[in-house]
Structures are given as C-alpha cells and as structure tokens.
C-alpha cells in the first residue's frame, strides 16, 4: 500500500484535468494524472521528504517549485531543506536556495510574469521571500511566521500575507513594503489562513485561531476594515487551529468560500451562513 502521509499543499495542472500534485508533511510530493485513481512519488531522492507548498508556473506548467518543511507551530514538526524546483513536471530537481528556511506556508508564480516569485515561510527563517529571476536567487521583504500568501492573479502588485499571532498585511507594490490591515480584527490571534476573491479582489476572507476559537472574517474593502461573518464552537478547530486552518475563494464566484478545520465549511452567500460539509 502506498501511504504518502498528510497532505500539506495541493496544486493542479491548469489545462490538463485529472493531473495533480500533492505535498505530504513527511511524505515527499506525489503526482497523478487520473483524477487520483493512482499516485507516482517524484520526491523520494531529495535531501527532505518534509513539504509545505508546491507551486506552479500557469505559463509552463512543466515548472514547479516546491518549498520544503512542513508549517505549523508545533516544535516537532518536520523541517525542510529549502527550495527546489523542477522543469520536467517533478521528474527532477534542483535545490535552488533558501536552504536555511525551515518551512513554507506557500509558494506562488505570478500568472503574470513567470520570473517572480513568491513565498511565504515560517519556523526557522520565517518571514515572506520574493525572485525577480524565476528562483535563481531570492531577498525577504518581511520579518514573521508567515502562514498564508494571497496573491491578486490580475494585478503583480496586491498581495495579502497572514502573520501568525500578528495580523493581516498588505502590499500594492509586490511585496516590496507592507502596511498593516487589521483593523477591526480582534486581540489573542494565532494561526491565520487569508485569501482574496481571484474575480472580485477587492473582497477578502480570513480564517483565524482566536484563543482556540475560529472565526471567519470578511473585508469588501481591500482589507482596510473587516467584519465577523462567522464565530465557530472549540470543535471546528478541536486545539488544532495552529496546524487545521485553510481557506479557498471560488476563482470566477466570490460568494463561494471554503473554510477548514477539523470539518470544511462552506458558504455559497458571500459569509451570511456557513454550512458544514463533512460532518
């Protein structure tokens, strides 16, 4: 039986259905190009099996970048070896810097121009990473675990980081400085997963750990305010809020959102109600 161990990132093929790369915490990177009906391992020769994000150039779909090093907040996660990426679909790799980060939260390509890169980073040399030069070397602009990257796939410059214990930040300048925006997020936060709508990006969503609680929060206005839209019981994250917490905005429908912790819920309104999907 093949067991790869629990899955950390995701990606897909933007043109081909059915072909799809997974991270494992400590299982390497996994490819099928069957809709999941069986799985290859691409990872196994590397100097780290520990993953946290894949990402993929939209352009060439060939190049892939894989950050290593699970991110979480626990002191025994599994640590990375740094960054590498791969220009035959995963089949090789290459070790291309970033070997004294710990962990990755993500990892993305700009749809818009394939040589910047970006990546968020937590545990040992946190902070945010950007390339100019499609990985060939890499400069952080901002200290601090961070736990999620979102980026506007239209314009290079808006970016949205979630900084663990810290708050929301944004950058209109591709990730060169940061301003904060957290206005009217509550103290005593922890892990925080944040996403903006790809077709309406002016609209964000926030998943955050709130002294163990969850609460979803929704901001119209490029995050310079925010509103509760949901506050959830200790079970939707059962303690796990430091490691169970994602959110997802439908591409071309910003009503729709995904929210997960020990359970996915999912809202269809724009954050009026959240349903849960998986019980």
Same mark, same amino acid.
């Given at each position: 039986?093949?067991?790869?161990?629990?899955?950390? &990132?995701?990606?897909?093929?933007?043109?081909?259905?059915? +072909?799809?790369?997974?991270?494992?915490?400590?299982?390497?990177?996994?490819?099928? +190009?069957?809709?999941?009906? #069986?799985?290859?391992?691409?990872?196994?020769?590397?100097?780290?099996?520990?993953?946290?994000?894949?990402?993929?150039?939209?352009?060439?779909?060939?190049?892939?970048?894989?950050? &290593?090093?699970?991110?979480?907040?626990? #002191?025994?996660?599994?640590?990375? =070896?740094?960054?590498?990426?791969?220009?035959?679909?995963?089949?090789?790799?290459?070790?291309?810097?970033?070997?004294?980060?710990?962990?990755?939260?993500?990892?993305?390509?700009?749809?818009?121009?394939?040589?910047?890169?970006?990546?968020?980073?937590?545990?040992?040399?946190?902070?945010?990473?950007?390339? @100019?030069?499609?990985?060939?070397?890499?400069?952080?602009?901002?200290?601090?675990?961070? @736990?999620?990257?979102?980026?506007?796939?239209?314009?290079?410059?808006?970016?949205?980081?979630?900084?663990?214990? &810290? $708050?929301?930040?944004?950058? =209109?300048?591709?990730?060169?400085?940061?301003?904060?925006? =957290? @206005?009217?997020?509550?103290?005593?936060?922890?892990?925080?997963?944040?996403?903006?709508?790809?077709?309406?990006?002016?609209?964000?969503?926030?998943?955050?750990?709130?002294?163990?609680?969850?609460?979803?929060?929704?901001?119209?206005?490029? $995050?310079?305010?925010?509103?509760?839209?949901?506050?959830?019981?200790?079970?939707?994250?059962?303690?796990?809020?430091?490691?169970?917490?994602?959110?997802?905005?439908?591409? +071309?429908?910003?009503?729709?959102?995904?929210?997960?912790?020990?359970?996915?819920?999912? @809202?269809?309104? $724009?954050?009026?109600?959240?349903?849960? #999907?998986?019980?």
């Amino acid at each position: 039986t093949q067991v790869c161990g629990r899955v950390k &990132t995701v990606v897909h093929h933007p043109t081909v259905q059915g +072909t799809v790369y997974i991270g494992a915490a400590a299982g390497g990177i996994w490819k099928t +190009t069957n809709s999941g009906s #069986t799985w290859i391992p691409l990872f196994d020769k590397e100097n780290s099996l520990s993953m946290g994000a894949i990402g993929i150039d939209m352009n060439n779909p060939d190049i892939l970048y894989a950050g &290593t090093g699970e991110a979480s907040s626990n #002191t025994d996660a599994y640590l990375g =070896s740094g960054m590498y990426k791969s220009t035959d679909a995963g089949n090789s790799w290459n070790l291309i810097g970033l070997s004294k980060v710990g962990a990755f939260s993500k990892v993305y390509v700009h749809p818009l121009n394939s040589n910047v890169v970006f990546a968020g980073a937590t545990k040992r040399g946190q902070g945010f990473y950007k390339s @100019t030069d499609a990985g060939n070397s890499w400069y952080s602009t901002y200290i601090g675990s961070v @736990t999620d990257v979102s980026i506007n796939p239209n314009n290079i410059n808006e970016i949205f980081i979630g900084v663990n214990g &810290t $708050g929301i930040f944004f950058s =209109s300048d591709s990730g060169e400085s940061w301003v904060e925006k =957290s @206005t009217g997020l509550p103290s005593g936060l922890g892990r925080i997963s944040v996403q903006l709508a790809p077709s309406s990006p002016t609209i964000i969503y926030a998943l955050m750990e709130v002294n163990t609680i969850a609460r979803i929060y929704k901001s119209t206005n490029y $995050g310079a305010s925010w509103n509760l839209s949901y506050s959830g019981a200790e079970s939707f994250f059962n303690g796990q809020g430091w490691f169970d917490n994602f959110i997802e905005v439908h591409p +071309t429908n910003p009503d729709i959102v995904l929210a997960g912790g020990i359970d996915v819920f999912r @809202t269809s309104n $724009g954050g009026t109600s959240w349903n849960n #999907t998986t019980n």
